[in-house]
């Protein structure tokens, strides 16, 4: 299971708006220039969003770290 302070951290970094979830954008944002589409990133946080708010929480962003081995 990972760190949840290590997620929190993560999870700060990103969330721009200090909602305590991350949505498109905001990922987006972090993603910089990347050539990952506004699709891609909307269809990974439907993957991992439970509770279907369209944005993913610290429970949603364990999930997701515990599903890739981190």
């Keep these: 299971m990972p760190c ?10 990103i969330d721009k708006d200090s909602s305590g979830t991350i949505d498109a954008r905001e990922l987006l ?14 269809r990974f946080i439907e993957q991992y969003d439970k ?14 770290f515990e599903s890739i081995g981190l």
């Design 51 to 64: 509770n279907k708010d369209g944005k993913l929480d610290l429970s949603e962003l364990m999930d997701f």
């Design 29 to 42: 944002e972090a993603l910089g220039d990347s050539r990952i589409k506004e699709e891609q990133v909307q």
């Design 4 to 13: 949840s302070q290590t997620v929190m951290t993560f999870l700060k970094r």
